[in-house]
């Protein structure tokens, strides 16, 4: 731990995370991306889950959805990946390293990455049996209902994360 916590004190000295915490503007206008990458990414990967959890495009096949979805969710999460981590060394250690909320975003982001994986290659892997189906199967209902409250989850952990 205290290995971590003096690197993070090193990369909060560094000249650009200086910059970042110094300038009046350049924070927000960091702020201001991540959140513009957010709605790209929860827009693009909720989407997804809805279709999932029969709620949306119930005629649209599912890998379709994937295929065009996808790569828009993959660029929005490195965006806000990138982002993120220009936010987080202006104050590595003063105020993000022990910050409850973004300890537990930081997690949940992880637990949904696991869900992510799990369904893609469990039962995605045979999704051409269930490809136009209105109602998915069970696996896959689950898999979008996790991904959605835990993308829910990180956004409500980094709205809060100032707050504490
Ligand atoms: C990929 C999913 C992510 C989502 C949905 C997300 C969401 C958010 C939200 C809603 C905010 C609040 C913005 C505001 O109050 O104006 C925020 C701020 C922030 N995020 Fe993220 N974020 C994500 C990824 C990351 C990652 C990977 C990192 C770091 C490695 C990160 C670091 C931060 C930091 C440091 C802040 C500023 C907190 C503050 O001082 O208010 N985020 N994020």
């Not at 890998?63 to 220009?86: C, D």
């Not at 959605?148 to 952990?157: A, E, K, M, T, Y």
Request: aromatic fraction near 12%; include cysteine.
């Amino acid at each position: 731990m205290e290995t971590l916590v003096a690197w993070c004190q090193w990369l909060e000295h560094t000249r650009i995370a200086t910059q970042i915490r110094e300038s009046l503007w350049v924070f927000p206008a960091i702020e201001t991306t991540h959140l513009l990458a957010m709605i790209v990414f929860v827009g693009s990967i909720g989407s997804l889950d809805l279709r999932l959890l029969g709620f949306a495009w119930k005629g649209e096949r599912v890998s379709q959805l994937s295929a065009r979805l996808l790569p828009w969710a993959i660029a929005g999460f490195f965006a806000m990946a990138l982002t993120g981590l220009l936010l987080f060394i202006s104050n590595a250690a003063k105020l993000y390293l022990n910050n409850t909320m973004f300890q537990l975003k930081l997690g949940l982001i992880v637990l949904a990455g696991i869900n992510a994986l799990a369904f893609h290659f469990t039962i995605y892997q045979r999704v051409t049996a269930w490809d136009l189906s209105p109602v998915t199967p069970l696996h896959a209902r689950l898999a979008g209902a996790a991904s959605l409250l835990l993308w829910i989850g990180v956004v409500i952990g980094g709205r809060w994360t100032g707050f504490v």
